[in-house]
């Protein structure tokens, strides 16, 4: 072998690190008042490393389009979706949600889509932003 | 391994004329895959309990084969245990399935070990004791393999009779409203 | 020493849940005599998590994605063997284009698994630049994953009757690109695996599978083709396209000219056999007709064909760890009344004894992973509370293995 991982240790030492540093470039001293400011619009985050094309992310749901035929409470693997009898629409619980797009298949007036966002980390799993209705 | 490899129908004729009564039937299935559309061959075998452990001294004696699993169904009176072989391996497109399906009544589940002919057998036999409650006679290892000790006796999980897990579970899709 | 040499009694060392090798939970129990282990116990069960049971409550379609989580390495073979049960228990047709894209989909993920392996054997022995330069590896076949699926990890791709997602022209330069990559680095890591000093040191004459205890114990996969026996699903049955290219079994012999079944076999059997998986996406991409790629793409009618149907059928994939079969019967209601599956760790459990015995302590890592276990695969039903026992833990264990190879460089 001789010392054929020179020239890997060498290149390493002058490459752009692979990590993406994500969500601020250095550790902020407060995440909570880090997380603050960029809610202000004081700081700008560092933005994650872009998801690739088809990714499944949290649902959007389009309420108008709905016909309430409920075929996606039938294939959902998580019984993430709940129907609204009162107003024949449906609510999507995003905790339980396994994010297979399979209602998004099954949908016949295609009201359903995935978009690209991932961050969807909370505390509580019945929050608004955890709840697509 | 054998030089002079049968095909399917060969198989069900030769163990027919052997064991006749004891076997109750035998298809064989063809799939087609692909776009040249070859086939893989699987014999699914019906057979009584008594000429169980010969046709598997037959089929050892044919070519040793590889046993996949045991799988099971609860099927009300019976219960049913399915082997999973398969023989000819190793030959481009020519291996065989075969899935032998033994009854085995509720009243008296007991059957042969096969451990003694194919010691692989012996985790998916432990398995299929605890999971359907039948009775392995002459297993080399009795022991429980993937319930814990303190797992309730005489509850079987793949059951679907009184003996079945129904009284161990309780709200199971509980979603806050 | 051998056991006779001494009067001493031997002693029992308990080594788990949390496995020595991959982070994965199964309990060993070894009778030692000196360094020398006589006789060795495996408990499982520490992740079973009911899976089975769990599909009665559910139709085939919410099945696939419950199979996908069996498993994260191998999260797209058990789909992939579920729907192969499912169609021949329905008699559904495939789309033929879709037959070659599941192949693809397939041997990516062999590629991944393979070079995951790599790196945790690696690791194991303590070559932990290797480790790195494997995971880098890995980490273009998981973007490779992502690129064409949506997901790195669960690929949700497959469905009953074809597979979910296209690979169109604009595709192409991409993948090729990518295994042009694997193919490029796939010799730097033969060489490191096949000429380095170290690594042959640990792992020839290690943890030997005879051919005949290959095939009494039913062992399966890469772990049954390094002892010399010829079994690999892809080339002995035909499904998928697999019937239609061009494979050949992969032994240990073809690069050796000898098959000793060790741990050493074990890793070029499976660096040969990601050689084998680039060309076979090769091949595929080459082949591929045009065409739809799902038979009916009406999920509700599937559903509907389905609950209708009765029979049953058996589905068989060669996982990168070996033969996963799965069992399902239909009898004419939303979910199926048996499914029963079959990892293939489950059957690589009961080699690991005649491997490990007379081994050292310190080989039990790289004996243990050579089988590339996957433990969570095999236990797939229920909680286990195992009690206070003392444990030699698994940086202890890792410790003595580092410590063996730094004594055998030395």
Known sequence: MGFSMLGPVFRQMFKKPWTNKFPAKYQPSSTTKYLEAVGAGKVKLNPPVPTPPGFRGKIIYDKEKCIGCKLCLKVCPCEAIEFKEKDKKIKIYLARCCFCSQCNDICPTKCLSMSNEFLLADVDPYSKELIVE | ?177 | ?410
């Open chain 3, 1 to 410: 020493m051998s056991p006779e040499a001494t009067t001493k009694t031997t002693y029992h060392v308990p080594i788990g849940p949390i496995h020595p090798a991959l982070k994965e939970p199964v309990f060993f129990e070894f009778e030692i005599s000196g360094e020398r282990i006589i006789d060795i116990d495996v408990k499982l069960g520490h992740v079973h998590r009911a899976v089975e049971w769990a599909s009665r409550k559910r139709n085939p379609i919410q099945i696939l994605y419950l199979a996908e989580r069996i498993c994260g390495i191998c999260s797209y073979c058990h789909p992939a063997a579920f729907t192969l049960a499912i169609e021949a228990a329905a008699d559904i047709e495939v789309a033929e284009r879709a037959e070659y894209l599941r192949v693809i989909q397939g041997e990516l993920e062999r590629i991944t698994s393979h070079i995951l392996w790599a790196g945790v054997a690696a690791h194991e022995i303590g070559f932990d630049t290797v480790l790195f330069l494997t995971w880098e590896i890995r980490e273009r076949a998981m973007d490779l994953t992502e690129y064409l699926c949506g997901n790195r990890v669960t690929k949700g791709i497959m469905t009953i009757g074809g597979i979910r997602r296209d690979i169109t022209k604009d595709m192409l330069p991409r993948i090729q690109k990518d295994l042009k990559y694997f193919k490029d680095n796939f010799g730097k890591l033969a060489h490191i695996f096949l000429d380095d000093k170290t690594i042959k040191m640990r792992s020839q004459g290690a943890g030997i599978l005879t051919k005949e205890n290959a095939l009494k114990l039913c062992a399966v996969g890469p772990t049954t083709r390094a002892s010399g026996i010829k079994k690999d699903l892809r080339a002995d049955t035909s499904y998928f396209a697999y019937g239609d290219l061009d494979i050949d079994y992969i032994t240990p012999e073809a690069l050796t000219g000898e098959v000793n079944g060790d741990v050493y076999d074990r890793i070029i059997q499976r660096l040969l056999e990601v050689k084998q998986s680039i060309e076979l996406i090769e091949q595929c991409v080459d082949k591929m007709p045009a065409g739809d790629i799902v038979s009916e793409p009406k999920i509700a009618k599937v559903l509907a064909q389905l609950k209708k149907a009765n029979g049953e059928g058996v589905g068989r994939h060669e996982a990168p760890r070996g033969e996963v079969i799965h069992y399902v019967k239909l009898t004419g209601e939303d979910a199926p009344f048996t499914w029963k599956v079959r990892a293939p760790t489950y059957n690589n459990i009961l080699p690991w004894i005649p491997m490990l015995k007379g081994e050292q302590i310190a080989d039990i890592p790289i004996v243990a992973a050579s089988t590339d276990p996957c433990m969570s695969c095999t236990n797939r039903v229920a909680i286990v509370n195992n009690g206070q026992r003392s444990l030699l833990n698994k940086e202890q264990l890792h410790r003595l293995s580092v410590e063996k190879t730094r004594r055998l460089m030395h």
């Open chain 2, 1 to 177: 391994m054998t030089k002079d490899q049968k095909t399917p129908e060969e198989h069900v004729k030769y163990l027919k004329d052997k064991f006749n009564t004891n076997i109750i039937s035998a298809d064989i299935k063809k799939r087609a895959a692909g776009s040249k559309k070859n086939e893989t061959p699987s014999i699914w075998m019906k057979i009584d309990k008594g000429a169980f452990k010969e046709i598997v001294k037959y089929i050892i004696e044919y070519n040793y084969p590889h046993l996949a699993i045991i799988s099971g169904n609860d099927l009300g009176n019976n219960i049913e245990l399915i082997y999973h072989f398969t023989v000819n391996y190793g030959t481009r497109l020519g291996e065989i399935n075969l899935h032998i399906s033994v009854e085995l009544p509720k009243s008296k589940p007991e059957i042969e070990t096969i451990c003694d002919l194919i010691p692989g057998a012996l985790i998916t036999e432990r398995e299929k004791q605890e999971f359907l409650g039948v009775k392995i006679k002459n297993i080399p290892d009795n022991r429980r393999l993937f319930l814990p000790d303190d797992f309730p006796k005489d509850v079987y999980p793949w059951r679907r009779d009184e003996k079945g897990l129904e009284k161990l579970y309780k709200n199971l899709h509980e979603v806050k409203k």
